[in-house]
T-cell receptor
Framework: SQQGEEDPQALSIQEGENATMNCSYK?????LQWYRQNSGRGLVHLIL?????REKHSGRLRVTLDTSKKSSSLLITASRAADTASYFC??????????????FGQGTRLTINP | KAGVTQTPRYLIKTRGQQVTLSCSPI?????VSWYQQTPGQGLQFLFE???????NKGNFPGRFSGRQFSNSRSEMNVSTLELGDSALYLC???????????????FGQGTRLTVV
């Protein structure tokens, strides 16, 4: 089962505009990661935010995390056509024997129109 | 620094056959995880290996298995293939979990398996 839900499922904006995607999850987490996927190819790691962090920046990306609301958002500023992709949030579901296990949301399909 | 390499990129198999997929992690990464991606179920965790030991397993039938070698390369095997096993199989590698929490997981390009 999916840990999180992403909102919206699809987003279409004009080039140059900002894009905001939201992710909600159900259980306590250690960290949350955002990934990008182009047309069914591999996942590209964008950013990791730890549970004790509230905001993180990387280039045109800004991620926030609200553990009290169990939600995160990804903001892409000054969007470009190359940003067209699906975006996924993934949470670290637990510390079972120190194993890494990411639980993914269903993703947001972002389309940037020229 | 080379990324995560998965081979082959594409596979077509017949129902009932078995298949082996390979994953070479980033140099220095000792944890390798496998995920299945389908349109209906999304991305689902299969299993994770560290130092040749399976440390965690997802909710998949026993037909799905894997192993990790001493050089951290990993293989996953699916026996008695079913049509529903058609999916993109993704491998991810990461460093040892650090005390502050999970480290980033880096994914390969995936193997697209089609079962006919």
């Amino acid at each position: 089962s999916q840990q999180g839900e992403e909102d919206p499922q699809a987003l279409s904006i004009q080039e140059g505009e900002n894009a905001t995607m939201n992710c909600s999850y159900k259980t306590s987490i250690n960290n949350l990661q955002w990934y990008r996927q182009n047309s069914g190819r591999g996942l590209v790691h964008l950013i990791l935010i730890r549970s004790n962090e509230r905001e993180k920046h990387s280039g045109r990306l800004r991620v926030t995390l609200d553990t009290s609301k169990k939600s995160s958002s990804l903001l892409i500023t000054a969007s470009r056509a190359a940003d067209t992709a699906s975006y996924f949030c993934a949470t670290d579901a637990g510390w079972i024997q120190g194993a890494q296990k990411l639980v993914f949301g269903q993703g947001t399909r972002l389309t940037i129109n020229p | 620094k080379a990324g995560v390499t998965q081979t082959p990129r594409y596979l077509i198999k017949t129902r009932g056959q078995q298949v082996t997929l390979s994953c070479s992690p980033i140099s220095g990464h000792r944890s390798v995880s496998w995920y299945q991606q389908t349109p209906g179920q999304g991305l689902q965790f299969l299993f994770e290996y560290f130092s040749e030991t399976q440390r965690n397993k997802g909710n998949f039938p026993g037909r799905f298995s894997g192993r990790q070698f001493s050089n951290s390369r990993s293989e996953m095997n699916v026996s008695t293939l079913e049509l529903g096993d058609s999916a993109l199989y993704l491998c991810a590698s990461s460093k040892t979990r650090d005390p502050a929490g999970l480290t980033e997981a880096f994914f390969g390009q995936g193997t697209r398996l089609t079962v006919v």
